[in-house]
């Protein structure tokens, strides 16, 4: 169900008002494609005298470096190393869905040396949904712990990938641990079906798939969807801000606030309201770290002439056992 836009009033409302707050509901409802551009450059040794040459796995693997660059933003840093290979070959095999254009410059940088700069704008939204979807987003700052029962041999290239896929979603194997359990069942042979079941407290769901990484995707991305997992690290926020004296300001703002990629997952705007001291919005945020959120506010508002206050709607615990 969409999330409805509420406006109420303290004066009596004349045509004109009616337009204009008609016409800044309308406008901050359209959607925008939120994009960052991430600046590379890749260096390549040839012999001298040979043209400089690209392949096109060569200028893929560059566009994949770049998303992982927007994916790194939008975690603030907090990707270990160690699975920043592993996320950007996941990156690579769909990386035109990341990527909205891009821009190359080619040249030789003495005789053996080709360079290639590349300026590539890459959808914020598109990333953090593929972070989502995986659990990443989710578990970037400490792996969550689960159970693993195999019900079946996997050979040793399987282990190698179910230790990509754990590695992926930030997930680590627990022989103590309760819940959640996943189960897996290897196909018995080629054309069959890798089958899975994950418990929950108490409930179970059985989830099927063409192969290992679709079985685990189809598994964990649900698991991550839900909101009483979400609420294990993600606190929804009641944001109430006023002092806006046009609807120029509250449209700026409610742009520039979900633009804030890195402190808040979403920000959705629940109501506008015309006062005395000028117009006033309220906005339903969803953020991993409210303090840092807070923060910014705090040295955004005051400056210009606006006041805000930022409350917690809902606790969350930060545990995920």
Same mark, same amino acid.
């Given at each position: 169900?969409?999330?409805?836009?509420?406006?109420?009033?303290?004066l009596?409302?004349?045509?004109?008002?009616?337009?204009?707050?008609?016409?800044?509901?309308?406008?901050?409802?359209? &959607? #925008?494609? %939120?994009?960052?551009?991430? /600046?590379?450059?890749?260096k390549?040794e040839?012999? !001298?005298?040979? @043209? =400089?040459?690209?392949s096109t796995?060569d200028?893929?693997?560059?566009?994949?470096?770049?998303?992982?660059?927007?994916?790194?933003?939008?975690?603030?840093g907090?990707?270990?190393?160690?699975?920043?290979?592993?996320?950007?070959?996941?990156?690579?095999?769909?990386?035109?869905?990341?990527?909205?254009?891009?821009s190359e410059?080619?040249y030789?940088?003495?005789?053996?040396?080709a360079?290639i700069?590349?300026?590539?704008?890459?959808?914020?939204?598109?990333?953090?949904e593929?972070?989502?979807?995986?659990?990443t987003?989710?578990?970037?700052?400490?792996?969550?712990?689960?159970?693993?029962?195999?019900?079946?041999?996997?050979?040793?290239?399987a282990?190698?990938r179910?230790?990509?896929?754990?590695?992926?979603? &930030? #997930?680590r %194997?627990?022989r103590?641990? /309760?819940?959640?359990?996943?189960?897996?069942?290897? !196909?018995?042979? @080629? =054309?069959?079906?890798w089958?899975?079941?994950l418990?929950?407290?108490?409930?179970?769901?059985v989830?099927?798939?063409?192969?290992?990484?679709d079985?685990?995707?189809?598994?964990?991305?649900?698991?991550?969807?839900?909101?009483?997992?979400?609420?294990k690290?993600?606190?929804v926020?009641?944001?109430?801000?006023?002092?806006?004296s046009?609807?120029?300001?509250?449209?700026?703002?409610?742009?520039?606030?979900?633009?804030w990629?890195?402190?808040?997952?979403?920000?959705?705007?629940?109501?506008?309201?015309?006062?005395?001291?000028?117009?006033?919005?309220v906005?339903?945020v969803?953020?991993?770290?409210?303090?840092?959120?807070?923060s910014r506010?705090?040295?955004y508002?005051?400056?210009?002439?606006?006041?805000?206050?930022l409350?917690?709607?809902?606790?969350?615990r930060?545990?995920?056992?």
């Open positions: 169900m969409p999330e409805e836009v509420v406006c109420w009033r303290y009596s409302i004349r045509l004109p008002l009616v337009v204009l707050l008609v016409g800044i509901l309308l406008l901050l409802g359209v &959607g #925008l494609v %939120r994009a960052e551009v991430h /600046r590379l450059e890749i390549k040839i012999k !001298p005298g040979a @043209e =400089e040459t690209f796995k200028q893929q693997k560059a566009l994949s470096r770049a998303v992982l660059r927007e994916a790194e933003r939008i975690l603030a907090s990707l270990p190393e160690a699975k920043k290979d592993v996320i950007r070959e996941f990156l690579l095999q769909k990386v035109q869905d990341f990527v909205l254009s891009y410059k080619r030789l940088e003495g005789e053996d040396t360079v700069d590349l300026e590539v704008r890459v959808n914020t939204q598109a990333v953090k593929f972070l989502k979807k995986w659990g987003y989710y578990t970037a700052k400490r792996e969550w712990p689960y159970r693993l029962e195999l019900h079946g041999e996997l050979d040793n290239e282990e190698l179910l230790a990509d896929l754990e590695s992926v979603s &930030g #997930l %194997r627990e103590e641990v /309760r819940f959640p359990v996943f189960r897996i069942r290897p !196909p018995r042979n @080629e =054309e069959g079906r089958e899975g079941t418990w929950q407290d108490d409930e179970e769901t989830y099927s798939g063409e192969s290992m990484k079985l685990w995707l189809r598994t964990w991305s649900e698991y991550f969807a839900q909101r009483e997992v979400r609420l690290v993600e606190r926020m009641r944001l109430a801000a006023s002092g806006w046009t609807s120029t300001g509250i449209r700026h703002f409610d742009t520039t606030l979900k633009g990629s890195t402190r808040l997952d979403r920000a959705v705007l629940g109501s506008v309201g015309f006062e005395p001291g000028g117009i006033s919005g906005w339903t969803y953020t991993l770290t409210p303090e840092d959120l807070r506010l705090q040295s508002m005051p400056s210009r002439g606006l006041d805000f206050r409350e917690s709607v809902h606790a969350s930060s545990r995920t056992d």
